[in-house]
C-alpha cells in the first residue's frame, strides 16, 4: 500500500502538486507557442494575400482553426491544472481487482495523467473505477467499464479536505460518504452561487447522476434533497462519458426564472465543463409562437392567483392544467380532421374534381399537419386535372384550385381553430382573454400545441439533452409540447410539494403518462435545512416519506407582534444580528410582491436588496422576495413575515410557506402580528 501514514499522505500531496506545477510549465509553454505560431501565419498571409488564389486562402484558413483549436485546448488543460493544484483530491479507494494488482485510485474533478511515468494519478470523478468511491463501503466492490464488468475488493477508503493546496483533514473510513464530512459541508455557509458536491455524492444520488440509459429520467424528490445538484452533475457526467458526441452547447435547461439561471450557473464550470444555454418557459413559448401573441407570464398568473379569488380563472386553470384536457385537444384534432373538410365540388374548366378524389388526397397527406396539407392536394387536383384534360392549365385555373382548396376545410387559422375548440366542447366561457386581447398563460401552451399539430413547428434537433427543472410547474400539454419539439434524452425533475400553483401542478406520475418510456426515481433525503427546520416545515405539508438530515440546529421562532410598525421593528432586530452572526445570506421571503415591495421601503436603509421577476442575478447579504421566485434558492437565514391566517388561507398561500421555510439551511424565523392567538395559522396553533 501506498502512504499508509497521514504523514505520507502530506508528503505525497507535496509531490503531486510538484508535478502539477511541472504539467502546468509544459501547457503553458505550448499555449505560448501555439499563440505565437497563431501569430505569424496571420501575418504570413496578410503579408502574402495578393499572391495567394482561392485554395490557398481556403487552406491557410483550415491550418489557422487546427492551430486555434489546439491551442484552446491547451489553455483549457491549464485551467484545468491549476484548479487542480489548489485542490487536487477528495477521495481515494485502494482497489484490489480479482485478477490483478492492488491499485490506488485518487479520486479529483478532473483526471491528472504524469506524462512521463504514464500513470493516471488522478482519476476523473465520472470515470467508471471512480463510481465504486461512492457505490461501496469496503469489502467487495465492482465497475462497469465499456468492454464489461470489473470485480474485486475495496481495501482502504480515504476522505481528504484540500483547499488552496493544504490539506485540511484526511478521514479514513469504512462506510459509504463519512456522515462527517458530510455534515461539515452541510453546515457551511451558503454561498451566492450553487456548489459542487462531487465530493459528498451519495449513493442514491450517483445511481441517478450516472444512469446513462433511461431516455427520460424524472427525478421526483423532497425539498433540498439535491434535485438540482444532481441534475447538473448528471449533465457533467453525460458531457464526460459522451464526450466524442455531446458538448455543452448541445444541452438546454428550461429554467424558471434568469435568478436561478445565475445561481446555477456555477456547478458545470466549477466541474470543468461550460456553460450550458439556458432557457424560460416562456421564452420558448414566445420564440414558438414567432412573437405574434401577447400573453400573461406564469409568474403574472400566480400573482393573480395569490392576490385576488376568482373561481372562474381557477377554474379555467384547472382544466387545462389536466391531463383529461390534452385528451379532448387529440380528440377535437381527430373531429376537425374528419369533419371540417367539407364538401364542395371543384369544376375548373369544363373538368368536375370529385370530391371523394379530393377528400382522398387530403387523408392520404395524414403525416402531414392539417393546415400545411393543402399545397400537396392542390398539387394533385392540378395533376388530376391536366390528365382528365391532356393539357397544360392556364394561370387562371391554377389560381382557381389554389383559392378553393383551402376553403374547403372550415377554418384556416390555428387561433380561430383554438377558440373553436371551447365551441366544440360546449364551454365557451372556458376561453377569455385579458385586456387588450392579452393570452391567459394557461391558454399560451395549448395553443401552441395546436400551432404544433396544424402547422407543425421545427424541431430543435441540435439539442441532445433536455433538462427541465421544477417540473411540479409544467402541464401535460406543455410536456406534449415538449416531447414533440425535443426528440433528445431528457432528465425532468421537481416536487410537487413546492408548486407554486396547486391548479395546475404535475405529479411524478402526471408527466410519466406523457412519458410512458421514463425512468422515475424518488429521493427522499433532505440535506438543506436542519433537523428541526424540516420538522417545523413538515407541519405545513406533511410528507411521511421524507428524512431529514440529522444536523442539528435551533428550533424555528415564530414572533408574534401587536401591530406592523412593530413587526417591522422585529424584523430590523434580526437583521442588526445577521449582520453579525458570521451568515452571508438573509432571506425575507414574502407571500406578494406587495408585501416583499413594503418592507423594501421600511428596510432600504439597512442594505437590503429586493428581487423581482426583472431580477437577473442572485446576490450574498439580504435579500427581500417572493415564495415564487425564492424557489431553488437557500438562504442561511430566512425570515418569513405576515404569518397570520388572513395572510395564509388558501392552498396556494400555503404552498408558498412551505416553499419559504424549506429555503432555510440554519435558522426560520415566522414573525406575525396578532392581537389574538386565532390568528395564528392552524399548522402552528
Ligand atoms: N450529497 C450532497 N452533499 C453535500 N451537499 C448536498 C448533497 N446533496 C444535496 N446537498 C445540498 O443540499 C442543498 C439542496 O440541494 P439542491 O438545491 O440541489 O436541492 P433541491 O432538491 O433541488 O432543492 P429544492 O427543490 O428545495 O430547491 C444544497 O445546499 C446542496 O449543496
Not at 466541474?271 to 432557457?279: C, T
Not at 389554389?402 to 387559422?413: G, L, Q, S, Y
Not at 431528457?490 to 401542478?505: E, M, R
Not at 421593528?569 to 406587495?594: D, N, P, R
Amino acid at each position: 500500500m501506498i502512504n499508509p501514514s497521514e504523514l505520507e499522505e502530506r508528503e505525497y500531496l507535496e509531490e503531486i502538486k510538484e508535478k502539477l506545477l511541472l504539467a502546468i510549465r509544459r501547457v503553458n509553454d505550448s499555449v505560448k507557442q501555439y499563440s505565437a505560431e497563431l501569430r505569424q501565419s496571420k501575418e504570413y498571409i496578410h503579408e502574402h494575400q495578393s499572391g495567394m488564389d482561392e485554395a490557398d486562402m481556403v487552406a491557410a484558413g483550415q491550418s489557422i482553426n487546427r492551430m486555434a483549436s489546439i491551442g484552446e485546448s491547451a489553455a483549457l488543460r491549464k485551467r484545468k491544472l491549476i484548479k487542480l493544484s489548489s485542490s487536487p483530491y477528495f477521495g481515494r479507494i485502494d482497489f484490489a481487482p480479482d485478477n490483478g494488482q492492488e491499485l490506488p485510485v485518487y479520486i479529483g474533478i478532473y483526471t491528472f495523467t504524469d506524462e512521463t511515468q504514464r500513470a493516471t494519478l488522478i482519476y476523473d470523478w465520472r470515470a467508471p473505477i471512480s463510481s465504486m468511491f461512492y457505490d461501496f463501503e469496503l469489502g467487495e466492490g465492482w465497475y462497469t467499464t465499456p468492454s464489461g464488468k470489473v470485480t474485486g475488493r475495496i481495501l482502504l477508503k480515504r476522505q481528504y479536505k484540500i483547499q488552496d493546496g493544504r490539506m485540511d483533514y484526511m478521514i479514513e473510513n469504512a462506510v459509504s460518504i463519512h456522515d462527517d464530512i458530510l455534515q461539515k459541508e452541510l453546515s457551511k455557509s451558503a454561498d451566492d452561487k450553487m456548489r459542487n458536491i462531487v465530493a459528498t455524492i451519495q449513493r442514491d444520488q450517483n445511481a441517478v447522476i450516472r444512469n446513462e440509459t433511461a431516455p427520460v429520467m424524472i427525478i421526483q424528490g423532497v425539498a433540498g434533497s439535491g434535485k438540482t445538484s444532481i441534475a447538473l452533475h448528471r449533465i457533467a457526467f453525460l458531457l464526460y462519458r459522451f464526450r466524442e458526441t455531446i458538448t455543452s452547447k448541445d444541452i438546454l435547461i428550461i429554467s424558471p426564472n434568469k435568478v436561478f439561471a445565475d445561481y446555477i450557473s456555477n456547478v458545470l464550470p466549477e466541474l470543468g465543463e461550460e456553460q450550458i444555454p439556458e432557457m424560460e418557459m416562456e421564452e420558448l413559448a414566445a420564440d414558438l409562437l414567432e412573437n405574434k401573441y401577447r400573453f400573461q407570464t406564469f409568474f403574472q398568473q400566480v400573482s393573480e392567483l395569490l392576490e385576488k379569488h376568482d373561481a372562474g380563472f381557477i377554474e379555467r386553470i384547472r382544466l387545462k392544467s389536466s391531463f383529461e384536457f390534452l385528451s379532448k385537444l387529440n380528440q377535437y384534432l381527430i373531429y376537425i380532421e374528419n369533419n371540417y373538410f367539407t364538401f364542395a365540388e371543384l369544376q375548373v374548366g369544363k373538368t368536375i374534381v370529385p370530391f371523394p378524389f379530393i377528400l382522398e388526397r387530403f387523408k392520404a397527406y395524414h403525416r402531414i399537419p392539417l393546415l400545411k396539407r393543402f399545397p400537396e392536394v392542390v398539387k394533385d387536383v392540378q395533376n388530376f386535372v391536366r390528365d382528365s384534360t391532356q393539357r397544360k392549365l392556364t394561370g387562371q385555373e391554377k389560381a382557381k384550385i389554389w383559392e378553393a382548396i383551402p376553403r374547403m376545410f372550415k377554418m384556416n387559422d390555428v387561433f380561430d381553430l383554438y377558440r373553436d375548440f371551447y365551441r366544440w366542447l360546449g364551454k365557451e366561457d372556458l376561453f377569455k382573454t385579458k385586456h387588450g386581447g392579452v393570452l391567459e398563460y394557461a391558454d399560451v401552451f395549448p395553443l401552441i400545441y395546436f400551432k404544433l399539430r396544424l402547422e407543425g413547428l421545427q424541431p430543435f434537433d441540435h439539442v441532445k439533452h433536455l433538462l427541465v427543472d421544477e417540473m411540479q410547474d409544467y402541464t401535460p400539454v406543455q410536456y406534449a409540447v415538449l416531447s414533440r419539439l425535443f426528440k433528445c434524452k431528457k432528465t425532468i425533475l421537481g416536487d410537487v410539494s413546492q408548486t407554486v400553483n396547486p391548479y395546475s401542478a404535475s405529479s411524478a406520475d402526471t408527466i410519466q403518462q406523457v412519458f410512458p418510456q421514463a425512468d422515475t426515481v424518488k429521493l427522499l433525503r433532505s440535506y438543506r435545512s436542519t433537523y428541526e427546520i424540516t420538522a417545523f416545515a413538515q407541519r405545513i405539508i406533511h410528507n411521511p416519506d421524507l428524512i431529514a438530515m440529522e444536523r442539528h440546529g435551533q428550533v424555528p421562532d415564530l414572533i408574534g407582534c401587536q401591530s406592523n410598525a412593530e413587526e417591522v421593528e422585529v424584523i430590523k432586530k434580526m437583521i442588526a444580528a445577521f449582520k453579525t452572526s458570521g451568515y452571508h445570506s438573509l432571506g425575507i421571503i414574502c407571500k406578494t410582491h406587495q408585501q416583499a415591495k413594503f418592507l423594501n421601503d421600511e428596510l432600504k436603509s439597512l442594505g437590503v436588496h429586493l428581487l423581482t421577476a426583472d431580477s437577473t442575478a442572485f446576490k450574498e447579504g439580504i435579500t427581500i422576495t417572493t415564495a415564487h421566485l425564492s424557489k431553488g434558492l437557500e438562504f442561511d437565514q430566512v425570515i418569513v413575515p405576515f404569518v397570520s391566517s388572513r395572510n395564509y388561507q388558501s392552498d396556494v398561500d400555503m404552498k408558498m410557506l412551505y416553499i419559504a421555510c424549506t429555503r432555510a439551511m440554519h435558522q426560520l424565523t415566522l414573525t406575525f402580528t396578532t392581537s389574538s392567538p386565532a390568528n395564528l395559522i392552524p399548522a402552528f396553533s
